[in-house]
């Protein structure tokens, strides 16, 4: 069993930036992909980014390419999301989740283990 922790969330301005971590305890991410969604007060849960074991393939939604920026240190066990930039319509709990297969995918199901989240604010 993986256990996710997500930590960096917080208050920020419009235009300011922020950085998410996701560290992995119990067992290690192996070889799996990892990716962010997030979730905004009534709307469903959306992909964000995700990242393969070796770091070198990544994908980003539409809404955040050129903005935010995925990696992860597998020697660390954790994952980070920069954001930079940020806007207000970037409000949203943000959670960390994790498969046992290596290929990126955008749905929820496809994931095996999630994070409880980190609530990140952009004020206008």
């Known amino acids: 069993q993986v256990q996710l922790v997500e930590s960096g969330g917080g208050l920020v301005q419009n235009g300011d930036s922020l950085r998410l971590s996701c560290a992995a305890s119990g067992r290690t991410f192996g070889t799996g992909a990892i990716a962010w969604f997030r979730q905004a007060p009534g709307k469903e849960r959306e992909f964000v980014a995700g990242?393969?074991?070796?770091?070198?393939?990544?994908y980003y939604a539409d809404s955040v390419k050129g903005r935010f920026t995925i990696s992860r240190d597998n020697a660390k066990n954790t994952v980070y999301l920069q954001m930079n930039s940020l806007k207000p319509e970037d409000t949203a709990v943000y959670y960390c989740?994790?498969?046992?297969?290596?290929?990126?995918?955008?749905?929820?199901?496809?994931?095996?283990?999630w994070g409880q989240g980190t609530q990140v604010t952009v004020s206008s």
């Open positions: 989740a994790a498969r046992k297969g290596w290929v990126v995918v955008s749905t929820q199901v496809g994931y095996d283990y």
């Open positions: 990242v393969t074991y070796s770091g070198g393939t990544t």
